[in-house]
């Protein structure tokens, strides 16, 4: 899908003057605080045009087509930990980073500048718990730690638009093996392990259910790999004439793609898709005090 705007001359601006060098598809591989006009631009509505937030969302997206792949590009910066890497660079996405700078795109304000403050908040408000920055509070596991302090964004319609095709899986999320493996204390019960159960639609019952899937939807795919629901995120498109393609950051293909989602889900062996929509009236949340 293309939205009727400079779209290629915009996305050039931003790489031109993006960072040297949030969570990655999976747990994230294990400096610094962002320039002092990190996207190039004076002024965001200059770019994001969309009436809503999942209109600029959209928009956002597709600005950073093409935009290279890279894992675990972001990190938590000089705020200290095993994960030095900066908190925000257009240089390289993963999947998740992907739609989260997007997202933080998507909800500044309208008219506002994109400073390292406006913009870094609200990033900092999708990636960590409470907006807190640190590595043990950023929302590492899709399920368990994104989706559910990501609450005040969007909320799971997989059941909704599922209906009986829906089926269960259950992971033990081990969050306290998770960070002592990569040299972090874990934070007592807030890190002890759950054994959640979700509802997914199976890639069967895609063709199905595709026609409830909605422009801007986040989809979330699910494995069979032990210990973790997600492996993979993106989000559908929905063009003109109906067709429903997916937006994602691939590794395959090495940057930030578009492809019909039918053909992607053929391609894959992932059990099916989790599927999110963005609140129409998202309040973001104030940070915790230190």
Not at 81 to 105: H, I, K, N, Q
Not at 132 to 137: E, L, Q, R
Request: proline share 9%.
């Amino acid at each position: 899908m293309k939205i009727d705007r400079p779209a290629f001359s915009v996305r050039a601006a931003l790489l031109a003057t993006a960072l040297p060098a949030v969570a990655s598809c999976a747990p994230p591989e294990t400096s610094g605080a962002p320039s002092a006009d990190p996207l190039g631009w004076s002024d965001r509505a200059e770019v994001l045009h969309g009436a809503t937030v999942r209109d600029r969302f959209l928009e956002a997206t597709e600005i950073l087509l093409g935009t290279p792949y890279r894992g675990g590009p972001l990190g938590e910066g000089d705020a200290g930990g095993p994960d030095p890497d900066p908190r925000v660079d257009f240089t390289g996405v993963d999947c998740v980073t992907y739609l989260e700078e997007s997202l933080a795109l998507a909800l500044l304000p309208p008219g506002a500048p994109a400073t390292d403050s406006t913009f870094l908040a609200i990033l900092d408000a999708i990636r960590y718990r409470d907006g807190m920055v640190s590595f043990a509070s950023r929302n590492h596991y899709t399920v368990t730690d994104w989706m559910d302090a990501n609450r005040w964004l969007v909320r799971d319609v997989t059941r909704e638009i599922g209906g009986s095709s829906v089926e269960e899986a259950t992971r033990t999320i081990d969050r306290t093996k998770f960070l002592r493996d990569q040299g972090v204390e874990p934070r007592g019960a807030i890190d002890a392990p759950l054994s959640p159960t979700i509802g997914y639609v199976p890639v069967a019952a895609l063709p199905e259910v595709a026609p409830r899937i909605e422009s801007g939807d986040l989809v979330f795919w699910v494995g069979s790999t032990p210990g973790i629901f997600v492996l993979h995120t993106g989000l559908a498109v929905r063009t003109a004439d109906g067709t429903l393609r997916f937006r994602h950051a691939s590794s395959r293909a090495g940057e930030a793609v578009e492809q019909p989602l039918m053909e992607y889900a053929a391609g894959t062996k992932f059990l099916g898709v989790v599927v999110l929509r963005m609140l129409e009236s998202p309040v973001i949340p104030a940070r915790s005090p230190e």
